[in-house]
Nanobody
Framework: QVQLVESGGGLVQAGGSLRLSCTAS????????MGWFRQAPGKERDFVAA????????YYADSVKGRFTISRDNAKNTLYLQMNSLNPEDTAAYYC?????????????????WGQGTQVTVSS
């Protein structure tokens, strides 16, 4: 089992930046990848970014490429999401997720462990 706790959400003006953090605990040695997903009210939970725990390969949704950067600190078991040039369409609850094993890293169904979410609100 893996436990995930996110932090760093908040209210920011359009064009601003935020950095989200997610700390993992428990059986972290088996994690193969971690990712960020987001869910706006009344919408599906969508993929944002993912990173392989070994090697550090990254994956991004087209909507955030060039604006968001995912990174991890293996020693601290912490995942980050640096979000720049935020716009109101980025407003959502952001969820950290972790998975074991190999496969697609962009599908919600591939992740077994989820955090409680942190709210990001971008005002225009």
């Amino acid at each position: 089992q893996v436990q995930l706790v996110e932090s760093g959400g908040g209210l920011v003006q359009a064009g601003g930046s935020l950095r989200l953090s997610c700390t993992a605990s428990g059986r972290t040695f088996s994690i193969s990848a971690m990712g960020w997903f987001r869910q706006a009210p009344g919408k599906e939970r969508d993929f944002v970014a993912a990173i392989k725990w070994s090697g550090g390969s990254t994956y991004y949704a087209d909507s955030v490429k060039g604006r968001f950067t995912i990174s991890r600190d293996n020693a601290k078991n912490t995942l980050y999401l640096q979000m720049n040039s935020l716009n109101p369409e980025d407003t959502a609850a952001y969820y950290c997720a972790a998975r074991y094993g190999t496969g697609v890293y962009t599908a919600r169904s591939d992740y077994s462990y989820w955090g409680q979410g942190t709210q990001v609100t971008v005002s225009s």
